[in-house]
């Protein structure tokens, strides 16, 4: 962000600086120059004065690749309070959207005061759970119309610890930046939810051979204010609404659902984005084509069908519709930016990690940026679909500013980059988690 200083000249922060030019600000900034031998090298003076903008030397600082700002330096801490939330980053507030700290992550199941809030409308200003209803139409051979009550009588119940990701997860660090909400790291989680299966009450309604995908609406309120606006209407192709881990919640943690979470019913389906889990679930409309409601058309919710450099421009003919979410990390222990006692040498340090439909085989870790990797303790997720946790003991050499890098790698093979695949939405970025730490001289 930049800021004007006393003497009436606009500053820019580092981060808009390196968005710009990133090779540029390092010769700016630090006085760090790029050859084609090494990864990136800082003369005397750049090293001094990295060094103290870190608050400490940088044992590993041959390693650092060009362009590369120090995470002590790229992140901010900005709290937002919202009633029933604690310490969430505010990052936008109409409509109210906001994510969670990575340090505050670190349960295994997310606290229901620290779930991430990603809204599209306004939430409903009222609402009364004897009352509620869900409506089952479309491509079905007997509709149905079910209260929560009803819901919880004629189908069984079940609970599961699953995550949920916004597709934009990590658009703070494109660039060129992609419009949006400029998400960090914190638009994840992973509570334990209690509902019906949504493929049980589909199956209820009786599924046509027509049916091809799932339209879903919702009782929140377009920004605009006109009642014939949807602010979003999302669905997901059968195969993946009959998944048995997808559910229609009334439940979180055992408690009611949040009502930024989208009280007192939604979809829950895990591993693909979280614009798929509809909140404030009103109806579930069977369709024998793909969903075109809001934000399902154009270029919402979309990558490109193939890579594209920063910048590009993609025919939006060329996008395709985000389902299973990339394999990715996070570094929940110690907080970035922790100084350590004088003659600290070893660490634990731990987090999670998911992969979408996948699940995660192998969680390595880095201190000398990505030159050398240590395998960590990779736990199995208590069921399909929840993050699993990961742990490892680092030892550090010398005293200095050290940075930790986690790095995911699922089933299938796929492994988290170093950089990020840009697309011109900010979506889907998996690159490393880094955080920061110092160990006193």
Known sequence: MSSRNTTGKIERGICELYADDPE??????????????????????????????????????????????????????????????????????????????????????TPIDRHFIRNNGHPPQSVDTKTWMLEIDGEVDTPLRLTIDQLREQFEVVSLKLQLECDGNGRSSFNPPARGNQWSVGAIANSEWTGVRYADVLRAAGIKSTAVYTAQYGADTHLSGQPDKDSISRGMPIEKALDPHNLIAFEMNGKPIHPMNGAPLRVVAPGWPGSCSHKWLQRIRVRD?????????????????YPVAPGQ????????????????????????????????RKLGVRG???????????????????????????????????????????????????????????????????????????YLNNSLHRIALRIAA
């Not at 362009?67 to 990052?91: Q, R, S």
């Not at 084509?289 to 069908?305: E, I, L, N, Q």
């Open 24 to 109: 540029r600000a390092d010769a700016l900034v630090f006085g760090r120059r790029v050859d084609k031998n090494r990864r990136g090298f800082l003369k005397s003076t750049g090293l001094a004065a990295m060094a103290a903008a870190v608050g400490a030397v940088i044992p590993y600082q041959r390693n650092m690749p060009g362009g590369l700002i120090p995470a002590a330096l790229a992140e901010t801490t900005d709290a937002f309070v919202i009633e029933g939330k604690d310490g969430l980053t505010v990052l936008n507030d109409r409509p109210i959207n906001a994510e969670t700290p990575a340090h505050l992550l670190d349960d295994d199941v």
């Open 289 to 305: 084509v793909v969903h075109d409601g809001a934000k399902m058309t154009g270029t919402s919710y979309r990558v490109p069908k």
């Open 313 to 344: 421009k993609v025919p939006k003919e060329d996008f395709r519709i985000i389902e299973s979410m990339p394999v990715k990390s996070l570094i929940t222990w110690p907080q970035s930016g922790i100084e350590l006692a004088a003659g600290t």
């Open 352 to 426: 999670h990690a998911w992969a979408g439909d996948y699940s995660v085989s192998k969680l390595d870790v880095s201190i000398d940026f990505g030159a050398s990797w240590i395998d960590a303790k990779l736990d199995r997720a208590p069921n399909r679909y929840s993050w699993q946790r990961w742990q490892a003991d680092i030892e550090f050499p010398v005293a200095g500013y050290y940075e930790v890098w986690a790095r995911a790698t699922d089933e299938q093979g796929n492994q988290q980059p170093f950089a990020i695949a840009w697309n011109p939405k900010g």
